[in-house]
């Protein structure tokens, strides 16, 4: 997952992409390297790669020792 957080009060278009302010996702392949460098370009933008993980299920119990 890549995460740009618009540190702006306004949005702010970089790369024929419109960042609103806060944090903004997009999966993996979804911004390539020559955008990634043109949105870490601008003072207001920050671009971070965060690694994907599965998703878990809810925790499995732990299974009971029985006492003999």
């Known amino acids: 997952m890549i995460i740009v957080t618009n540190a702006s009060d ?15 996702k997009f999966k993996t392949g979804e911004l390539s390297d020559g955008k990634r460098a043109q949105i870490s370009a601008h003072p207001k933008l920050k671009v971070v790669v965060v690694e994907d993980r599965p998703i878990e299920a809810k925790a499995q119990p732990k299974a009971q020792e029985k006492k003999s």
Do not use: L, S, Y
């Open 10 to 24: 306004n949005d702010i278009t970089r790369a024929a992409v419109t960042f609103k302010p806060g944090e903004n």
